[in-house]
Each structure stands twice: as structure tokens, then as C-alpha cells.
T-cell receptor
Framework: KQEVTQIPAALSVPEGENLVLNCSFT??????LQWFRQDPGKGLTSLLL?????REQTSGRLNASLDKSSGRSTLYIAASQPGDSATYLC????????????FGAGTQVVVTP | DTAVSQTPKYLVTQMGNDKSIKCEQN?????MYWYKQDSKKFLKIMFS???????INETVPNRFSPKSPDKAHLNLHINSLELGDSAVYFC???????????????FGPGTRLTVT
């Protein structure tokens, strides 16, 4: 059974520090992994998608890496800002799943001014 | 322009009632999904349709019935609502499910269902 684990569950950093969010998965048959952001009471915003053939993806201050052999993905957010405060979710899609995303429980991030 | 929209945003109803949630996407995607986010904020897939055909049907009570009248719409009907159905229901869409197509999913704003 596939499990997706996110560590830490919560994180508080002062503005300007870099954020490192971890996601681990147990199934090696990865198709792609997607990182989302969820603000309180809102929907999910897609941040980055990494396909199984890729090692990393970058968008602005965000960088996501994928290590299939160790079953890990890491989301880096450089120079954090208070506006980065949100819950970050990683979601795993396996090769035989028809697009079914399996979510971690999320990391709640607070960036203090 | 909203990519994935859901109506209603909030739904408060009594136990035993029947209700529907509607979803529409204007991204030209072939695949649509329903997810449930429970009180502990955990997200889990319920159903998926590809080009109006059901392709994912997780272990969900048969009181829940999805319907896709066309590729751009996916509705969720719930019969005989129970207290435990209270949750936020999210609709999502992706380009497709063929091999080589990334399954990047785009989510709607959610429908918060409260059963009293």
C-alpha cells in the first residue's frame, strides 16, 4: 500500500530564511509527483510537477527535487516571505493509477515578519 | 477566467437529504476527479472520469454517485446524507491519462458540505 509522508508537520521560520519541506513515498513505480499549496479555507494551487524521468523542477523561488531510489522529494523555497505561509502538500501518482493522486498530510508553514 | 469552478461553495443540509455538487472546467481537459478532504485535512480521491467514462471508483458508499454529462462537467450526487459526509469536496481536472502525459491536476475552490 502506497504511503506518502511529509516531515515536518509544521514549521515556523523568520522571513528571509530558506524553507525545506520533505516528502517520502513507499512505491517506486512513480509516474509523477506534484507539490501544492493550500491556503486556509481555499483550494489547492499547483506549484510544481516532477515527472519520473526528471530530477528537479524550478519555478521562481521554488525548487523541487526527486530521488526515486530513496523515495524522496524535497521542496525548497528560497528567501521565504510572510506570503509563503500556507500548508504545502505533496501528492504521488503511480504508473498504474490512472492519475490517482495520493496525498501526504501536509506541512503547515508560518513565515514570521 | 476560473479554470475549475464548483457550485455551491457552501452547502448546509440535514441528515437524510439528497444534494448535488457541480463542477466545470474550461481547460479543455479530458479527465476530471472528485476528492474529499476530511476534518483532519487529509485528501483522498473518490472518483475519476476520462472523457465521460468512469475510470477510478474508490471504496465510497454507493450513496455517492458521480455523473459526467460531457468532458467539461463532473457532478457529484449524494443520497441520504449522513453526519460523516461533512467535509470539503474538491473537483480537479487534468489533461488526460495516456502514457507520457503528465497528470498535472488543477483543483477547484472546494465545496464545504456540513450535515446537521
Amino acid at each position: 500500500k502506497q504511503e506518502v509522508t511529509q516531515i515536518p508537520a509544521a514549521l515556523s521560520v523568520p522571513e528571509g530564511e530558506n524553507l525545506v519541506l520533505n516528502c517520502s513515498f513507499t512505491d517506486s513505480a512513480i509516474y509523477n509527483l506534484q507539490w501544492f499549496r493550500q491556503d486556509p479555507g481555499k483550494g489547492l494551487t499547483s506549484l510544481l510537477l516532477i515527472q519520473s524521468s526528471q530530477r528537479e523542477q524550478t519555478s521562481g523561488r521554488l525548487n523541487a527535487s526527486l530521488d526515486k531510489s530513496s523515495g524522496r522529494s524535497t521542496l525548497y523555497i528560497a528567501a521565504s516571505q510572510p506570503g509563503d505561509s500556507a500548508t504545502y502538500l505533496c501528492a504521488f501518482c503511480s504508473t498504474d493509477s490512472w492519475g490517482k493522486l495520493q496525498f501526504g498530510a501536509g506541512t503547515q508553514v508560518v513565515v514570521t515578519p | 477566467d476560473t479554470a475549475v469552478s464548483q457550485t455551491p461553495k457552501y452547502l448546509v443540509t440535514q441528515m437524510g437529504n439528497d444534494k448535488s455538487i457541480k463542477c466545470e472546467q474550461n481547460l479543455g481537459h479530458d479527465t476530471m476527479y472528485w476528492y474529499k478532504q476530511d476534518s483532519k485535512k487529509f485528501l483522498k480521491i473518490m472518483f475519476s472520469y476520462n472523457n465521460k467514462e468512469l475510470i477510478i471508483n474508490e471504496t465510497v458508499p454507493n450513496r455517492f454517485s458521480p455523473k459526467s454529462p460531457d468532458k467539461a462537467h463532473l457532478n457529484l450526487h449524494i443520497n441520504s446524507l449522513e453526519l460523516g459526509d461533512s467535509a470539503v469536496y474538491f473537483c480537479a481536472s487534468s489533461l488526460g491519462t495516456g502514457q507520457g502525459i503528465p497528470y498535472e491536476q488543477y483543483f477547484g475552490p472546494g465545496t464545504r458540505l456540513t450535515v446537521t
